[in-house]
């Protein structure tokens, strides 16, 4: 009985502590897979961007999923109440080809995804648009 009160007071402390430590970076209006810094000079370009309706208003608080498909892993994060969201850089072994970002709200559907550098710089933001239309 003892031991099983260990463990689920374990098991209760580690699930606490993973929580907090995968949403410390995970954001309205940003987050990353870690805590690495956009200056960092083992980044890759950060991702900056907004979700709009297909009439040019933001749609706050939109789900933002990025994957990275190398690593078949998901980041799942909210825009801010004026539709803007920040992906810090990855590692700069992780090509931005190979990172998708999509944008979704309950009471709409995708309608277009505009992507591109904000400069020539590897390093330069990679600005993406997520359209939205009403269902």
């Known amino acids: 009985m003892r031991d099983a009160m260990f463990r689920l007071t374990m098991a209760g402390v580690l699930c606490l502590g993973l929580t907090a430590i995968a949403s410390q970076n995970a954001f309205a209006g940003g987050g990353s897979f870690d805590s690495m810094d956009d200056d960092d000079a083992d980044a ?20 933002v999923t990025v994957m990275v498909k190398a690593f078949n892993s998901s980041l799942v994060l ?3 109440d004026q539709g803007h969201f920040h992906v810090k850089g990855f590692d700069k072994s992780v090509n931005p080809d190979e990172v998708e ?5 309950d009471g709409y559907k995708p309608f277009a995804l ?6 020539t710089d590897p390093k330069s933001a990679i600005e993406i648009t997520c359209l939205l239309e009403k269902n």
């Open 44 to 63: 890759g370009p950060p991702y900056v961007g907004d979700v709009k309706d297909n009439k040019g208003n933001p749609v706050a608080d939109a789900k």
């Open 101 to 105: 970002i999509s944008c979704g709200m």
């Open 78 to 80: 909210r825009a801010d």
């Open 114 to 119: 505009n992507r591109q550098p904000t400069g």
